[in-house]
């Protein structure tokens, strides 16, 4: 390799640095100034390169050197990720707090694992001296949380004969654990770790397609919009519609084995309620903490911009390091428009042509190749492993045909839509069921009938078209009041009132109604679908609509999600019993008991 | 260079002057102006090359003779000397003293600027502040550390709920009072006196900093007064340990000073012509709030803004409520029907409100009888929408109860008086008192242990057959 020499700054347009610096490469980094702020080359133009810098550039000024470091930007994959929480370039930032203090100072230089910690190693049985080492191979273990046990891989770009594996014991991330002869004959050296380009799609054995649903415990999501693990989802919502809320839930609840949690300029406040929270929550799967299965990037909204954009590809390529290794990743992205933002801001100091709203024309297939890198793979060990990307959209004044959020919505397969009206009537989480969709319903539904119930399809149907009737009638009742409507309209009313207040509404802050497993969803939707049929069956001989609505027992429908917890699943069969006897004391009365209106 | 006076400059427009042929400027240095009668401006720099530097004047560029112009580059960041005499004091928006008295002299000196609160150094906010109003603590509680912004509209009274929060902002169970700091951008002189007397008579100016920028100020001061406030803010709280309580008005003529300087400088518009980076700019000033770990002392802010034409998706509202932590929104309409403070109640909010209320805190009933209410305001609004086009004889016995109840809502709970200091509890109690306006049945966010304790519903009409 040629030394490349030092070159110098031209000039500083806030995080745009143009530096004179032949040779170097596009997207290789640069660390900049004397204070050493680290940036990267998006940009060549004859002798003078552009840097976008991951920091504040303040006090920068021209004619200061630059230096190329020679790699792209680049993520530490390794044991010591999980419980951990780094900024938009991997810096750990508890250790930046032992270093600056309070705030984020600049020019840090910190390795995103640390390098003093050992590991209890354990060598993969099936590996031996002289046996082929491929990309992907597992060398062996880590205890890495109680939950979760790290794989150890070799890297993608290794092939070769393993010529040293070394013993279970004690090891920090910078020992060698292996060495590979590879073909050319030279020896490469093997760690703990190795560095990925967060740029470039990790590489895995083959796609996979069977198909999971991954399971929220939110009745909203996996009941009326399922996910896949391995699907791609986004949540599009105005502010006050409980964006975070949703996203919050789904990292604490879901089936997931690892969750990663980006915080892509966002509020700060939000990503210490995880830190505060996650260590005192159990996962209901494992019952282990929340977070050693979980691991958060954030860039919040006061840091820098550029570190921002950088913050959704670090986050993906952990996820993708340990689905590599057979696990199902959920990784939440909160939000794309604040990438996609940093986009913007930076096409915009380049003077690059805007198209929509300011974005640069590239917006849709950056943000397309990013959603591609979800799915659920063959991993080259031959172990299953997914990545679920769930992104959150925030688009200007809610409305939904901004840039970001049109062309997210062409590129997902579930579609979560919140809504500001619902959100307002403290209607949680607001997912508006007419403007959300899913992809994935009939592959999902297998899943349901096999593991939960086989009407799932049908009532599931029969509950939204219930709520699309009940929309319809509303605007009847808006033009002329409820009294112009059949009995048999008013009583679908309410039924599709009992589907919202005792299905739909879902308090993430109750500690029963928090997580809903997918039998309790399906028999709360079974319940109160049945209230509707029985009293449908009742207004046919003759009981007049207004006792029907004055049972005591729809009031109870309501509140039997926040009652039972999902492991109540007697007394949750108990209240289908109270709710048949409260119909056959109206039947006896007004009709033969037993007897069925046609 | 510190002592060299530059006469380069080759531009000027916008409050932006350009100098060409000075090498070797730092971005943000701070930069003092001369003009041809010999008075002095400051600057900043928010561009430099090899060739040209941008600097940003904040008394503006008016009347500058280029020919005549010269520049000094300090080499030193924008800073503000800070100490304990800063209380009771009024400066301008680059610290300069507003009020008369001698410029604060300290060694102590920050970058207004400041620098990214690391997100793993920060607590968690969660201790409830009661500040006697109705709608803000029973329904969108404020928490020591919280931004939570007023959204209002011209003409509406967000100046006199910005200064009875801050004359009853208090912990339950702690008499020490906030630090304010008040940070005025292009407000009317009128404005600036009622904060300033109202401080005065509550008592509380000798533990208030005022930032002023009054209407016919340059607006490119706008810009960094924020900044200087908050860094006056940031001494208080985290080296004199005082609760800061910060209130900022206007942010829109903020972001239009912000508008006004990016269209100088020729920035790609994204809406409505406000630069791309506006989010990212807001969000500078407003994640400033906060509290950190180990440190006793917090900033809360209450910015106000007036959305434009009432518009709460003109980008100004729209991107503050996507960084601060909720919002008040102030309502024309009840307003106009006399209602003080005109709270709209379904699009308020308190993001951090879930853990400052409850059984430690407030009261056990409280999260349960704030989402009833909301549930059953929302209900009522329909009802009333309804019976406004078909009439309220037609509406069945329930929904004349839940019309009942909204105008009783709004009378009683949303409505009180400017110097009303309710405690918790007595909002608790209006609460359950419109509740029992409702049949239980219609009450399903609470449990039934709340009604069997608060509720107190007798029937009234006759039942509608």
């Known amino acids: ?598 | 260079m510190k002592e060299k006076e530059y006469r380069m400059s080759s531009a000027a427009r916008g409050g932006l002057l350009f100098l060409r042929g000075v090498p070797g400027v730092a971005l943000g240095d701070r930069v003092v102006v001369r003009d041809h009668r010999g008075r002095k401006r400051n600057g900043q720099v928010i561009r430099t090359s090899d060739e040209t530097v941008l600097v940003q004047v904040f008394e503006g560029t008016d009347d500058l003779d280029l020919e005549r112009t010269w520049v000094r580059f300090l080499e030193e960041p924008f800073e503000i000397p800070l100490s304990r005499d800063l209380l009771g004091r009024i400066f301008n928006g680059i610290g300069a003293p507003r009020d008369g008295r001698p410029p604060l002299v300290s060694s102590l000196k920050r970058n207004v600027n400041g620098s990214p609160m690391n997100p793993a150094a920060r607590a968690y906010p969660r201790e409830f502040i009661q500040t006697g109003v109705s709608t803000i603590d029973g329904l969108n509680s404020l928490v020591r550390g919280q931004k939570l912004p007023i959204f209002s509209g011209s003409g509406l009274p967000h100046n006199r709920l910005a200064a009875q929060i801050v004359r009853q902002a208090k912990l339950i169970g702690e008499e020490a009072k906030f630090a304010v700091v008040f940070a005025a951008m292009g407000v009317s002189y009128a404005d600036a006196r009622f904060f300033e007397e109202d401080f005065e008579s509550s008592g509380v100016l000798g533990n208030v900093v005022m930032f002023i920028n009054l209407a016919d100020d340059p607006p490119i001061e706008r810009l960094i007064l924020p900044r200087t406030a908050l860094t006056a803010a940031e001494y208080m709280a985290y080296d004199l340990d005082l609760h800061v309580l910060v209130v900022i008005t206007d942010m829109t003529n903020y972001a239009e000073a912000l508008r006004e300087v990016a269209t100088a400088k020729g920035d790609v518009p994204s809406r409505k012509g406000y630069p791309g980076y506006l989010y990212s700019d807001l969000a500078e000033i407003y994640e400033r709030a906060g509290r950190v770990k180990d440190r006793r002392g917090s900033i809360t802010m209450v910015p106000v803004l007036s959305m434009p034409s009432d518009d709460i998706t003109h980008p100004i509202p729209d991107l503050t409520g996507y960084i601060t932590e909720g919002q008040i929104v102030l309502s024309r309409e009840l307003h106009m029907q006399g209602v003080y403070p005109p709270v709209n109640v379904p699009p308020s909010l308190s993001r951090l409100m879930k853990d400052g209320i409850g059984k430690d805190d407030t009261r056990e009933d409280h999260p349960r009888v704030s989402s009833q209410l909301y549930a059953a305001y929302a209900r009522a609004l329909e009802v009333r929408n309804l019976a406004s086009i078909i009439g309220a004889e037609e509406l069945g016995e329930t929904d004349r109860q839940y019309l009942e109840f909204a105008k009783a809502f709004e009378e009683r709970f949303v409505g009180q008086h400017e110097d009303e200091d309710r405690s918790i509890i007595e909002t608790l109690t209006i609460a359950w008192q419109l509740l029992s306006l409702l049949p239980p049945e219609a009450l399903t966010r609470v449990r039934e242990a709340d009604l069997a304790k608060y509720h107190h519903y007798e029937k009234t009409t006759a039942k509608v057959a």
């Open chain 1, 1 to 598: 390799m040629d030394k490349r020499v030092a070159g110098k700054i031209v000039e500083i347009n806030g995080p745009i640095v143009t530096v004179r610096l032949p040779r170097v490469l596009n997207g290789e980094q640069v660390r900049i100034g004397k204070l050493g702020l680290v940036g990267e080359v998006i940009g060549r133009d004859g002798e003078q390169a552009v840097v976008q810098v991951y920091e504040s550039t303040e006090s920068v000024r021209p004619g200061e050197d630059a230096e190329p470091l020679g790699h792209p930007l680049a993520v530490e994959l390794g044991p010591g990720l999980l419980g951990n929480i780094f900024d938009g370039v991997q810096r750990p930032l508890a250790a930046i707090r032992e270093q600056s203090g309070d705030h984020v100072a600049r020019g840090l230089n910190i390795a995103p694992l640390d390098r003093t910690r050992t590991w209890a190693f354990e060598p993969s049985k099936e590996l031996a001296r002289g046996k082929p080492v491929a990309a992907g191979a597992i060398l062996g273990t880590v205890q890495e949380t109680r939950t979760i046990q790290h794989r150890v891989l070799a890297p993608p770009d290794v092939e070769g004969e393993l010529v040293e594996l070394a013993g279970a014991g004690e090891y920090t991330v910078e020992q060698v654990i292996a060495r590979v002869k590879t073909a050319d004959g030279a020896t490469r050296e093997l760690k703990l770790y190795h560095r990925w380009p967060v740029r470039q799609a990790r590489p895995y054995r083959k796609r996979d397609h069977a198909a999971e649903p991954l399971i929220t415990g939110q009745r909203i999501l996996d009941t009326f919009f399922p996910l896949l693990k391995g699907g791609k989802a986004a949540v599009p919502g105005p502010f006050g519609a409980g964006k975070t809320v949703v996203q919050q839930q789904i990292a604490r609840w879901s089936n997931a084995e690892i969750v990663i949690y980006v915080g892509c300029g966002e509020r700060g406040n939000e990503l210490v309620e995880i830190l505060e929270t996650f260590p005192e929550l159990t996962d209901p799967y494992t019952g282990r903490l929340l977070m050693e299965r979980t691991l958060l990037v954030a860039n919040t909204s006061n840091m820098p911009v550029v570190a921002r954009e950088a913050s959704i590809y670090v986050g993906v390529t952990l996820a993708e390091y340990y689905r590599d290794q057979g696990y199902d990743v959920v990784m939440v992205a909160d939000s794309t428009s604040r990438w996609a933002e940093a986009l913007r801001e930076v096409a915009g100091r380049l003077g690059q042509m805007p198209v929509e709203e300011g974005y640069p024309a590239y917006l849709a297939s950056r943000l397309a190749a990013f959603y591609e890198r979800a799915g659920r793979v063959e991993t080259y060990s031959g172990k299953h492993g997914s990545v679920s990307l769930i992104g959150a959209v925030s688009p200007p004044g809610g409305d939904f045909s901004e840039p970001v959020t049109s062309h997210t919505k062409e590129i997902v397969q579930t579609f979560w839509a919140l809504s500001k009206q619902l959100a307002d009537a403290r209607h949680y989480p607001s997912v508006d069921w007419t403007d959300s969709f899913s992809g994935y319903v009939n592959a999902a539904a297998k899943w349901w009938h096999a593991n939960v119930d086989p009407r799932w399809s049908e009532r599931r149907a029969e509950a939204l078209g219930l709520l699309a009737q009940a929309d319809e009638l509303a605007r009847i009742v808006n033009l002329v009041g409820p009294e112009a409507l059949s009995p048999a309209q008013r009583w679908a009313l309410e039924g599709a009132s009992l589907v919202k207040e005792g299905v739909l509404q879902q308090s993430a802050l109750d500690e029963i109604d928090s997580f809903c497993s997918p039998q309790k969803q399906f028999l709360l939707l079974d319940l109160v679908l049945d209230i509707y049929h029985q009293g449908q069956e009742l207004l046919g001989i003759g009981v007049p609509v207004q006792q029907l609505l004055g049972l005591p027992i729809l009031a109870r429908a309501r509140r039997v999600k926040s009652s039972y917890t999902s492991k109540q699943m007697e007394e949750l069969m108990g209240v289908r019993r109270e709710i048949h006897e409260a119909f056959v004391g109206l039947q006896t009365e007004y009709g033969k008991p037993g007897e069925k209106p046609k």
